[in-house]
């Protein structure tokens, strides 16, 4: 039996490929094709096929000058990526070449002429070319999608780049915008504060004014009580031009409460409202200013009690007790 291998490498060939030559009934050599189930190697980056053509030439008979050819493992010219890129022609004839000119396996240092074997010398032996242009455009096919591939792979990535800067820009306008959006209304926080500040400090100006004015009306007040005080020789005579002083200075609306009352005598008179506190001065249980307060109430809310001023004369001076004419003195 004699076996000739021989290697073949190709671009982007995934499989192992093997040609096996087996002698039919006359003698001829046909090629069938087996696919080899070795992995490729990840580490490189042009993956090859390998093609072993093993020629089964068997002595016959009739036969007994046919040379015993031996095992062989001859290697075809190699096949780059490069060589696929720049001319198909060119590398079918590179293996045509390769294929007549088969190498042998001979010993390590074996000269040129012996390591070489020529198809052409021995008619028995037939490659079919035509499998191997078919070989050969399938690599090719194989290649050209592989670039597709890629090329389909790069526009991915391509548009994946393309998407990432516009989020970029996107992201960084939107950003700019809510800065902004947010020193804008700071702006108008700072503002908005700064107005409610000055109005309240406004009204808390006028507000002192009007008790600075409501203090010093008091303080009048308490003057003209305490030179009225200082007029009068009499204790009951003073309680009673004190008690004139309170009348003097209620509201004019009691004027007109007088007039309706002492010109309708025939009409109800108002549910009498229960009297004041006895005033003792400083010593009482109540301030002058209260006391003031619920005896005016009294007189204005009860007035048809009391239709003329001597009436509620008599009626202020009641609830003074003995020391009535402890006053307060303003500060």
């Known amino acids: 039996m004699t076996t000739f291998q021989g290697l073949f490498q190709g671009a982007n060939v995934p499989d192992l490929l093997r040609l096996v030559m087996k002698e039919d009934a006359d003698n001829d050599l046909r090629l069938t094709e087996e696919v080899s189930n070795d992995p490729p190697r ?5 993956r090859r096929a390998t093609l072993d053509i093993r020629a089964l030439n068997v002595n016959s008979v009739g036969d007994k000058d046919t040379p015993d050819l031996g095992d062989v493992e001859p290697f075809l010219t190699h096949v780059t990526k490069d060589f696929v890129d720049n001319d198909f022609d060119s590398r079918v004839d590179i293996i045509h070449e390769a294929i007549t000119e088969i190498e042998l396996n ?5 000269p040129p002429e012996d390591r070489r074997f020529s198809v052409a010398n021995h008619p028995g032996v037939k490659v079919d070319l035509d499998r191997w242009i078919t070989e050969v455009r399938r690599v090719m096919a194989e290649r050209d999608a592989y670039k597709q591939q890629v090329s389909h792979l790069t526009d991915i990535a391509q548009t994946a780049e393309d998407n990432l800067a516009w989020f970029h820009r ?3 306008r939107r950003l700019a915008e809510c800065e902004e959006d947010h020193a804008r209304q700071l ?11 000055e109005e309240l400090t ?17 303080i009048s007040l308490h003057r003209r009580l305490m030179d009225a005080d200082n007029t009068e020789s009499a204790p009951g005579q003073g309680g009673a031009k004190k008690a004139e002083r309170v009348l003097a200075v209620r509201p004019t609306r009691e004027g007109t409460i007088d007039t309706v009352t002492s010109t309708s005598t025939t009409t109800k008179r108002s549910a009498k409202m229960p009297d004041p506190p006895m005033f003792e001065g400083s010593e009482g249980n109540i301030d002058f200013e209260d006391w003031l307060i619920r005896i005016t109430s009294i007189l204005q809310a009860n007035a048809d009690h009391w239709p003329t001023d001597s009436a509620r004369l008599t009626y202020v001076l009641t609830p003074f007790g003995p020391p009535y004419r402890s006053l307060p003195r303003p500060q």
Request: aromatic share 2%; glycine share 4%; hydrophobic share 30%.
């Open 42 to 46: 990840a580490n490189r980056s042009n």
């Open 187 to 197: 702006a108008e926080c700072d503002d908005e504060w700064g107005r409610r500040v």
């Open 170 to 172: 996107d992201h960084t």
């Open 106 to 110: 001979a010993s390590p240092g074996a």
């Open 202 to 218: 406004d009204q808390t100006s006028q507000m002192a004014a009007e008790i600075m004015d409501l203090k010093n009306r008091e």
